[in-house]
């Protein structure tokens, strides 16, 4: 069958596909347990009454029975040495049926192994695995290919891409969906439909899982975004197990009924799944005999997707933004980072840029002293299962990019094809290969050309190359090609007109890389923030900057909001909302307030920075020590304990505070010791013997000291005798235990014991996750805490009754 | 028993969760602009840190009495996992782990003083062990769903009468040394931001 066979059908209606045909052998003598595909490929006359059956009520595509026989789902039968001749055989018994005009599928379906980056599997074992398995369905005279039931959308690639590079036959590509429209994965439709088009699938769309009803909703997300046929292959309803059998409620006539209406969502390839029959498929086709088939094509929007979202830049829209950051160059911090592999630090850039605004993130790794290919290969798998931005991948090296393309689970920009021979020549080809839209940048082998009408020029060579291997304009965007305007004062003119050129004339996506504008001149931010500005009243619709940067955003979300791309001006209301009303007030406060009761608020505020300052003026101010304690300080913390218990502040609000306090004590303590001041007491605390969970019990010890307590922290996983020895050798008034776990806590009456053992008159306090103060009691302890400001309130009150 | 290994489960930071763990209380906290800007920067500091991992494995599953007999892994005596696999044909064994620096970076906040940021890690360490063990409890739901069957609510090591020397066996059976998951004479899984839990595989009713 040829590319265009299918369409040739769709030219005049649906294309109808089978139904179940597992359930059918299970209805001929296939028993539960058995290995399926061996089973029909042992029985081949069920099968060929199977097939027939659905050649006869008028499919115009029949799928082989070898949804599972690729190697590693036949190793769990000791089966896959035979997956070449399995897939041969079982292809040849359907093809040897197929009438005239009728056509077969070769069925490959999921390993049931996660592919990386997600899973374990190398990607390119697995496409070796599935070039087995294509191999023996092509041998076996298969029309055309069909990968279904997908769960994940980068093993889906890996199929895909194995169908690619071994035959040219048409690939009907189909993936599965949960109950939140999204795959087990967490693949949208949208998305899954954009990355497998533009990989090269023939027709896009959903199999299995659901019923009809369930299935439209998937259908319609697709179809706005759908440039090839969509097909949608439900289940009779959802499947149940009654007693070991799998069993499906939806009749013919509903199903027929209800599988027809995919069509008017948008489907052109129909047929059924699990539970359904020939009188299911022979119920769908007088459903939709007479309906003309939705057959979608290019509509000029660019469209990018990751493996969880699209992202299309929108000329009419807010201007979509690429994060710049991750680029070494310059960045010493991030070269160090790339070298080391800590791709933590990636992460995190990634992860700031998006919280910033970015839509796309840029991938440049290159660098003196590494590999960069296999350092760009790790950064893209990291990147694709920590963010949801797609990449724009950026490297000169043909080789680089091709190895980032292939394991990247989504539909990439790649940055960038010239006109220079050899990336017109190696690079093109690699970005069409993997379906990856491109950055034109009109350079050639010659230089930057100086005007933006001879860079239009360059623009639609490169286009006409482009065409050869397949792009549509809806496949690219322009780079303006920004030049400093300190060594060519025209420079700016020239990349605002190549932008106005690209964007209302060619009719392609538009975008600049801002910063070289500006290069060599002081203050650059007001530069880069008006050509920003100018770009996007030119009509570009992309730009490469550092989201970040708060003139750039400010610039951005002005011009947006001038230029109508920002609709009601909600962006532009939604950023600034608030700005206004920055709080002041505090410093007012501040800058009339006495010393020590701007120390106070300072406390109360978590204002680390400003209470040394403000301790120390206090002093100065000839506030007595005790008394900026007892009657200033320690208030302030109790208030804070206080709010935190109203919840009015959060546990980082409450540290904050407790830092702030720490640092405040720091100045004061000495003093209070050259003044003989009452002391509040001396706690030793730890973790007990077995359990290193150690954060709450650091709370605890941070709130002790902010009372006024010395405490010993003998810190995690503390012997119940080292305790003990310690509260005897410091005289210690309180002794506080903390434990995480069930298994652990059984240590603190050990504790107990060995403090009265010893007659010791320090009292215990215990607390953490699982205690509670039923079992403090039971274990004799003398206090239960249930958090810090707990614990410090009980502190106080039980060394006050104890003096 | 079948396993599946996740060697990097696509989380997105639960930052509700996160914020909830922290005792923040929405209406009642307040929080100025840049508190909350410098707040959900520590958090995107955290959870890059993050690195979740996982492995699934499932087995035939009996109960008799108490006592729950998974093939292959062994028995646990409980009373509610009993109850909540009543009618399961399998059992599934999840473990979950996000890696050890988080933990490292808040221990080492707490060292220098930073309480506040080492208070955040910590949550958004433990959140991110949920999310990443919810992830696979969801996986196993989605594909179990399409078998016509349903898998129960997890339950994990500590919760009602499931002791905790139940880790024992998940440990062993989910071979979760080889993630890089130990666990200490107390019963402890390190590092301290991971999460095992079984759940049930029965016939949807």
């Known amino acids: 069958m040829k590319a265009d066979a299918l369409g040739a059908i769709l030219e005049e209606r649906i294309v109808l596909l089978d139904g179940a045909a597992g359930t059918e052998l ?50 769990g039968h000791n089966l896959e040495a035979d997956v070449g001749r399995l897939n041969e055989r079982l292809a040849r018994t359907t093809v040897d049926i197929a009438p005239a005009g009728r056509h077969v599928a070769g069925e490959i379906g999921s390993t ?61 590509v189909s993936m599965t969906f949960s109950q939140g429209e999204r795959t087990l994965t967490g693949t949208p439709p949208e998305a899954a439909a954009v990355i497998l088009q533009s990989l090269g699938a023939a027709v896009v769309g959903c199999n299995c899982s659901t019923g009809p009803q369930a299935m439209r909703r998937i259908v319609e997300r697709m179809k706005p975004v759908a440039r090839v046929p969509l097909l949608a292959k439900p289940n009779a309803g959802l499947p149940r ?38 009188q299911h498929i022979t119920a769908l086709r007088e459903r939709i005999a007479a309906e ?51 791709l933590e630090v990636v992460r995190r850039i990634a992860a700031d840029q998006t919280s910033a605004g970015a839509d796309l993130l840029d991938v440049n790794v290159g660098m003196h002293g590494v590999d960069e290919t296999a350092l760009m290969v790790d950064v893209v798998k990291m990147l694709s299962s920590t963010t949801d931005a797609p990449l724009c991948l950026d490297s000169s090296s043909a080789d680089t990019l091709a190895a980032a393309l292939r394991v990247y689970p989504g539909r990439a920009l790649v940055n960038s094809v010239s006109a ?69 004062a025209d420079a700016a003119r020239q990349t605002l007109e190549t932008v106005r050129w690209a964007a209302r004339e060619f009719g392609v996506n538009a975008l600049m890389g801002l910063s070289n504008v500006s290069f060599g001149l002081p203050q650059r931010k007001w530069l880069n923030g008006a050509f920003l500005a100018m770009g996007i009243s030119e009509g570009m619709s992309m730009v490469i900057a550092d989201p970040s940067d708060e003139v750039l955003t ?73 008394a900026l304690v007892s009657e200033h300080l320690i208030p302030a913390i109790t208030e804070v304990g206080d709010k935190f218990e109203r919840h009015e502040y959060f546990l980082p609000q409450l540290m904050l505070s407790a830092e702030t306090m720490e640092r405040a004590f720091a100045i004061v303590r000495p003093l209070l010791e050259e003044e003989d001041a009452p002391r509040a007491g001396t706690v030793v605390i730890a973790t007990v013997k077995g359990d290193v969970h150690d954060i709450g019990k650091n709370i605890v010890a941070l709130m002790l000291r902010n009372h006024g307590f010395d405490v010993v922290d003998l810190g995690k996983d503390v012997d119940a005798r080292a305790i003990v020895d310690r509260a005897e050798t410091e005289g210690a008034d309180l002794i506080g235990l903390s434990a995480l776990m069930t298994t652990t806590m059984t240590e603190m009456p050990k504790v107990i014991a060995e403090a009265q053992r010893r007659k010791l008159s320090a009292r215990v306090i215990v607390g953490g996750a699982v205690v509670t103060e039923a079992y403090a009691k039971e274990i004799g302890a003398d206090g239960y805490a249930r958090d810090a400001v707990g614990a410090a309130r009980l502190a106080v009150d039980l060394l006050a009754k104890k003096k | 028993m079948r396993r599946r290994d996740f060697s990097a489960i696509p989380l997105t930071a639960p930052k509700e969760s996160i914020l909830r763990r922290l005792k923040f209380r929405q209406g009642t906290t307040r929080l100025a602009k840049d508190e909350t800007a410098d707040l959900d920067a520590l958090i995107r500091r955290a959870v890059a840190l993050c690195e979740p991992v996982g492995r699934t494995a499932t087995a035939p599953v009996s109960v008799e009495g108490g006592r729950v007999r998974i093939e292959g892994a062994g028995e646990i005596e409980s009373q509610s996992l009993a109850r909540l696999l009543e009618r399961s044909t399998e059992a599934a064994l999840l473990g979950a782990t996000v890696g050890g620096a988080i933990a490292e970076a808040a221990s080492e906040a707490a060292e220098k003083g930073r309480a506040a940021d080492a208070v955040v890690y910590d949550a958004v360490g433990s959140e991110m062990a949920e999310s990443a063990i919810a992830y696979l409890h969801e996986y196993l739901r989605g594909e179990m769903r399409r078998l016509g069957l349903s898998v129960t609510k997890r339950y994990s090591p500590g919760y009602g009468d499931l002791s905790l020397e139940a880790q024992r066996l998940l ?20 590092p301290e931001k991971s999460v095992t839990a079984i759940a049930g595989i029965e016939e949807r009713e």
């Open chain 1, 420 to 488: 220079e021979r050899k990336k017109l020549e190696n690079l093109l080809p690699i970005a069409a290969r993997y379906g990856a839209a491109i950055l034109v940048l009109p350079l050639t082998d010659d230089g930057i050309p100086k005007t933006a009408a001879e860079r239009a020029t360059v623009v639609e060579r490169i286009f006409a190359k482009a065409k050869e291997c397949g792009y549509t304009k809806a496949d690219m965007a322009v780079d303006g090609l920004v030049l400093t305007i300190s060594s060519d």
């Open chain 1, 241 to 278: 197990v009654v007693d070991g059998l799998t069993v499906f409620d939806m009749g013919p006539e509903e199903f027929g009924r209800e599988t027809a209406a995919l069509v008017d969502a948008g489907a052109a390839v129909v047929g059924g799944c699990c539970g359904t029959t020939p």
């Open chain 1, 292 to 342: 003309t088939p939705h057959i979608p094509g290019p509509d000029g929007t660019l469209r990018l997707a990751s493996a969880r979202r699209v992202v299309s830049p929108d000329p009419t829209g807010p201007i979509t933004v690429i994060g710049e950051r991750i680029n070494p160059t310059g960045k010493k911090k991030l070269q160090k980072a790339l070298r080391e592999r800590r």
């Open chain 1, 112 to 172: 049931g192994e996660l592919v990386e980056p997600f899973g374990p599997l190398p990607f390119d074992e697995a496409v070796d695995v599935y070039k087995e398995q294509i191999r023996g369905l092509v041998a076996g005279g298969v029309h055309l290919l069909v990968i279904e039931t997908m769960l994940d959308v980068q093993e889906t690639r890996a199929a895909l891409i194995a169908c690619k590079e071994t035959t040219d036959l048409p690939v009907l």
């Open chain 1, 554 to 626: 400010a610039c951005r979300l002005a011009a947006d909001a001038l230029c109508g791309r920002d609709r009601d001006c909600m962006r532009y209301v939604h950023h600034f909302a608030g700005a206004t009303e920055e709080n002041t007030t505090p410093e007012t406060a501040e800058a009339t307030a006495r010393p020590e009761e701007a120390a106070r608020r300072a406390v109360i505020r978590g204002d680390r920075e400003a209470v040394e300052e403000l301790v120390r003026a206090a002093l100065d101010a000839g506030t007595p020590p005790f």
């Open chain 2, 171 to 190: 440990h062993r059976a989910l071979g979760l040394s080889e993630l890089g998951v130990t666990l200490s004479d107390t019963l402890m899984l390190l």
């Open chain 1, 26 to 75: 299970y209805a001929r003598g296939m028993t539960p347990g058995v290995c399926p595909e061996m089973w029909a490929a042992e029985n081949p006359t069920a099968l060929s009454e199977v097939h027939r059956a659905y050649f006869d009520v008028g499919c115009d595509v029949v799928y082989t029975f070898t949804l599972g026989a690729n190697r590693i789902k036949m190793r």
